[in-house]
């Protein structure tokens, strides 16, 4: 099967202009949770990746029936008769675990694989089942799926989704939208606060959802009989912003970023600062430029609003190039470092312990084969190539089309050299 490769020729300068595409991951849990409302749902402004495709995919594979028209998708959830997330879908992608809390709370039971294993380290779903078991689910563990009763309705109940790095997104979304339908009230000590998940909240609201604390780490839900299906804006994806972000510091360049949200990027943001890149807020978006020299900064990873993990690779292929040293200490996923032996074949000198990295800036990264290996490490070594002299082939872009909609067409656009072959 042939595999497509990005050759990148640097050093590249950026400027101009890039319109960043609607989140994929406030995207994955809203498109599961049309499944709450019977009916047609549309989404505006889907963005075209790979990982959109594989959750069509698993909510058609559930009954529902998917239309595109005038670039927006229309869910028709009237009917989901197979309750049931099939390992072969599922293994493409974690977020297939989405479908766990709205299949339950609008069939009254479903089947899911459980999520394979991930690149980016050991992702457990145990929080996930323990806060539906919490709303009264049955749920065991059989032959590799997650098999769920809602034994008679879900009933709205206290619970904690804290665990020992923080609070868990996904298991925020499922929990949330099973609630919004299960008996009673409900409350989300803990929830997660990222902008996807208040998204989500957003639209479950426009649904006809009674959910207060939206935002915060407490969300009260009191749950309704049913809901209507909805049309609804997805919000920009704060990560291939950051990402561009990153692009044009290490490009030294200049960057106008359009459909760009600087309220959900402010960790990203006052790093980059700190980092001697200027970024100011423009409607609907922002300026950011570097016409000097990056400096060092220390940085670690956070639930939202700490520094997204999401971004941790790609401010390391910055500061590899940084006047001095940094420190990287990554807190959500603590083998997410595929991208270190990577970006040392570009001649950035980095140093693994444990969960931190020390980097000692470099004067120049090179240009060398590497490999791509999980979506936001992949989209490093891109960032990393555009400064780097030279010609870098990154394998396995498939991990890149993954969670960046056309990114070498947007690059190219404002002064990049990459060129996709397929091989
Ligand atoms: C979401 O994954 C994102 N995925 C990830 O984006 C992102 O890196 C992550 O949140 C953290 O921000 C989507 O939104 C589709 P978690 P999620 O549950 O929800 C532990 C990308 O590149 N945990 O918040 O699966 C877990 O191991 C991706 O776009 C448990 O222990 O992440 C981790 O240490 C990759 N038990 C921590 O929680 C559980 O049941 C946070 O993970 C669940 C999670």
Redesign the pocket.
């Known amino acids: 099967m042939a595999m497509d490769i990005f050759k990148i020729t640097g050093p590249a300068r950026l400027d101009g202009t890039i319109n960043v595409s609607s989140s994929?991951?406030a995207a994955?849990?809203i498109m599961a949770a049309t499944i709450l409302a019977g009916g047609k749902n549309t989404l505006i402004g889907l963005p075209n990746l790979s990982d959109i495709a594989v959750m069509g995919q698993l909510m058609e594979s559930l009954g529902c029936k998917k239309q595109v028209v005038d670039g927006n998708t229309i869910f028709d959830t009237s009917v989901i008769d197979k309750p049931f997330g099939d390992y072969e879908i599922v293994r493409k992608m974690?977020?297939g675990i989405c479908i766990l809390g709205p299949v339950l709370a609008r069939c009254g039971k479903v089947e899911v694989s459980m999520p394979g294993g991930c690149a980016?380290?050991?992702?457990?779903?145990?929080?996930?089942v323990r806060g539906l078991q919490e709303m009264g689910a049955k749920i065991e563990l059989k032959n590799g799926y997650i098999v769920a009763h809602s034994n008679g309705g879900l009933k709205g109940a206290n619970i904690f989704l804290g665990?020992?790095?923080?609070?868990?997104?996904?298991?925020t979304a499922n929990i949330l939208s099973a609630a919004v339908l299960a008996k009673g009230k409900t409350i989300i000590e803990y929830a997660?606060c990222?902008p996807?998940i208040t998204d989500l909240a957003n639209c479950l609201v426009k649904m006809g959802a009674k959910i207060t604390g939206i935002g915060s780490p407490q969300l009260t839900i009191h749950g309704v009989k049913e809901l209507k299906p909805v049309e609804y804006k997805i919000i920009p994806d704060r990560?291939e912003a950051g990402t561009f972000l990153c692009a044009a510091a290490i490009t030294r360049g200049k960057l106008k970023l359009k459909n760009c949200r600087l309220d959900h990027l402010w960790a990203a943001v006052n790093k980059l600062r700190s980092m001697n890149v200027r970024i100011d807020e423009i409607e609907d978006g922002c300026e950011v430029e570097c016409d000097s020299h990056i400096d060092a900064t220390d940085l670690t990873t956070l639930?939202y609003p700490g520094f997204?993990?999401?971004l941790q690779a790609q401010f390391m292929a910055c500061l590899s190039l940084a006047r001095g040293n940094s420190v990287v200490t990554e807190k959500?996923?603590e083998d997410r470092f595929m991208h270190v032996p990577e970006l040392t074949r570009m001649s950035a000198n980095l140093r693994k312990e444990g969960p931190h990295v020390i980097i000692s800036g470099v004067e120049k990264l090179t240009g060398a084969p590497v490999m791509a290996s999980?979506?936001?490490a992949s989209a490093a070594l891109v960032v990393a190539a555009l400064a780097a002299h030279g010609e870098t082939i990154i394998n396995r872009v498939y991990h890149i089309d993954r969670?960046y909609e056309k990114i070498e067409e947007k690059l190219n656009a404002v002064g990049a050299k990459i060129q996709r072959l397929s091989i």
């Open positions: 994929k991951n994955l849990p974690r977020a980016i380290g050991y992702r457990p779903v145990d929080i996930h665990g020992a790095f923080g609070s868990s997104v996904l298991a997660a990222e996807e990560i639930p997204p993990t999401d959500i996923f999980d979506l936001r969670g």
